[in-house]
């Protein structure tokens, strides 16, 4: 029972003191809500209104305004007394502790007094701007109106511009002078919104056709200038060319111009008509064909200094070609008396001879088309050029066949002189055996001896019987060369063994009381080099019986035989 008497305690007290928290609560917001109705009231859209309503307005900026001022009446004289009031009732209610009742009005009152703020605060916006339109509507007219005018008086005072242009574009702008007007009865009727949306677009409309007008007058500008100047800066280069007799090619200058005059009057056709499209592609073309004929004329005239540059030069070089085909044509007369010469090696000289001939004969022509003022001098400086690359080809053809034969008498020579060498050092080789005294040489020797004496003979007989056909003498020469550095080899291994047989006899009578295996040894050895001729097999016999008795001899004995050979060289 106490417990409940206690709950029951606590829950007043906090209903109590919920009570007065909100009764505390509900005043603070009935002043707040007070003070705004009261701003709410004291507002100044009614003298906005008062100035509106003293411009004359009409179509949708007069259906604008009457809307906004509907809204603005029933806020006042319905929304904000019944806001008014049901605060008033708030606040009794509040006094008379009915504190619940009056927060739930309170919040609704809230939410309605903040949807009219924002309703105030939208109207006084689009007053503002209503107001800023009515003033700048009259602005807009006047720079408009400036603006036409000078686009009239820049129009009317341009000198440049054809008649047809002129016309064309005083159309077009006579059509903005018919929207300007239109334009200004709707703003002084006071449609101003409407007027103000016509004013942007009729500004955009001028601002173009003040872009068209310059472009016209700059096109227009470079017709009667640029490519009038060109035109008879061209027909003045024609005559000098034709002065300078210089010639070009089809299709001539005079033609070209004429087509260029007929495409510059289409130019003129659709400038007039304003089409700069189409203005703009045209005129590139005509461009083009400008630079084409510009380009053409500096080409001859280049190619006229480069021709008589050239000239001399080229003249020589033939002669030249010439000259150096003479030195081949007698240098192969000279060499076929001695050596058997491909019959090629003429035919290309021949072949040489002719084609210099044929650059010749058209050199000539190409210089009698220009005493008789009939030559294009690009064409002559490209055959100029054709010549020179021809004969630089038939310089290093004639260069080549002139090493080529020259190394004819150079394998030649080397030849003789490779012979001369063998066979007089194959003179010495017989005569240094022959020294030894020895009873008889190696069959195998004896071939080899007799095989290079043959191939030597046989290269000395093909020197002496022309004609020689040097590539023949050089393979045959090449051979006996290589057989004869094996017959040295093979000499100077013979002259080795000879030497080194001798020492090893002599050295080998100390052992031959004493070892009956070296006795036998030189016996054999001794047979080996007077019956057999192998001295070295004698060598390898005996020193292997005497490295059995005193190894290291035979190494000390052969080292004594070469040093005894060299010094004897």
Not at 293 to 301: D, Q
């Amino acid at each position: 029972m106490i417990f409940l008497i206690i709950i029951i305690a606590i829950s007043l007290i906090v209903a109590l003191i919920g009570l007065i928290y909100y009764f505390y609560r509900n005043n603070q917001d009935i002043a707040d809500l007070s003070r705004q109705l009261d701003q709410l009231s004291n507002d100044s859209l009614s003298a906005l209104f008062d100035q509106v309503k003293n411009s004359k307005l009409a179509g949708s900026t007069l259906d604008s305004f009457q809307a906004e001022q509907d809204q603005y009446t029933n806020i006042v004289t319905q929304q904000l007394p019944t806001a008014q009031n049901a605060l008033l009732q708030a606040a009794d209610s509040n006094s008379n502790f009915r504190v619940w009742s009056a927060h739930r009005t309170l919040v609704q009152l809230t939410t309605e007094i903040q949807t009219l703020q924002t309703n105030y605060a939208q109207i006084d916006k689009h007053l503002t701007q209503l107001i800023q339109q009515l003033q700048t509507a009259q602005e807009q007219s006047a720079k408009i109106q400036a603006q036409y005018q000078d686009l009239q008086n820049k129009l009317t005072t341009q000198s440049d511009l054809s008649a047809a242009a002129q016309k064309n574009l005083q159309e077009r702008l006579h059509d903005k002078e018919q929207t300007l007007t239109s334009i200004k009865q709707l703003s002084q009727t006071g449609d101003v919104l409407e007027a103000t949306e016509q004013f942007s677009q009729l500004k955009t409309q001028l601002d173009g056709f003040q872009s068209l007008l310059e472009q016209v007058i700059t096109r227009q500008q470079r017709l009667q200038v640029e490519f009038k100047a060109e035109l008879t800066e061209l027909k003045q280069a024609s005559q000098r060319l034709k002065d300078e007799g210089i010639n070009i090619a089809d299709p001539q200058i005079l033609p070209e111009l004429d087509q260029i005059q007929s495409a510059i009057e289409q130019l003129q056709t659709a400038l007039n008509q304003l089409e700069i499209t189409e203005f703009d592609k045209l005129e590139q073309k005509v461009k083009k064909r400008f630079e084409v004929l510009y380009n053409r004329i500096a080409v001859e005239w280049r190619s006229k200094r480069k021709v008589k540059k050239q000239q001399r030069p080229l003249v020589d070089f033939i002669h030249h070609a010439l000259k150096q085909n003479a030195s081949l044509l007698q240098e192969l007369d000279r060499l076929n008396q001695d050596f058997l010469i491909d019959i090629q090696n003429r035919r290309d000289v021949q072949a040489y001879q002719e084609h210099i001939l044929q650059i010749e004969r058209e050199y000539h022509q190409q210089i009698d088309n220009i005493r008789s003022s009939n030559a294009v001098y690009s064409q002559v400086l490209q055959a100029f050029q054709l010549f020179t690359q021809q004969l630089s080809q038939i310089e290093q053809q004639q260069q080549a066949l002139a090493v080529k034969l020259q190394k004819i008498t150079t394998d030649f020579q080397q030849a003789q002189k490779n012979l001369q060498s063998c066979t007089q050092e194959l003179y010495g080789i017989q005569k240094q055996v022959k020294m030894q005294h020895l009873k008889g040489l190696p069959a195998s020797y004896n071939q080899t001896c007799q095989m290079v004496t043959e191939e030597i003979n046989q290269t000395l007989q093909m020197l002496q019987n022309p004609p020689i056909d040097v590539e023949e003498l050089t393979k045959q020469c090449f051979v006996t060369q290589e057989d004869f550095d094996n017959f040295v080899q093979k000499t100077n291994s013979l002259l080795a063994d000879v030497s080194l047989i001798s020492h090893l006899l002599q050295y080998a009578n100390r052992y031959k009381a004493d070892y009956p295996q070296v006795a036998q040894a030189i016996q054999t050895a001794q047979g080996l080099c007077d019956q057999a001729f192998d001295y070295h097999q004698a060598v390898k016999t005996l020193g292997a019986a005497l490295e059995q008795v005193e190894p290291g001899c035979v190494q000390r004995l052969q080292n004594l035989a070469q040093a005894e050979q060299n010094n004897s060289k």
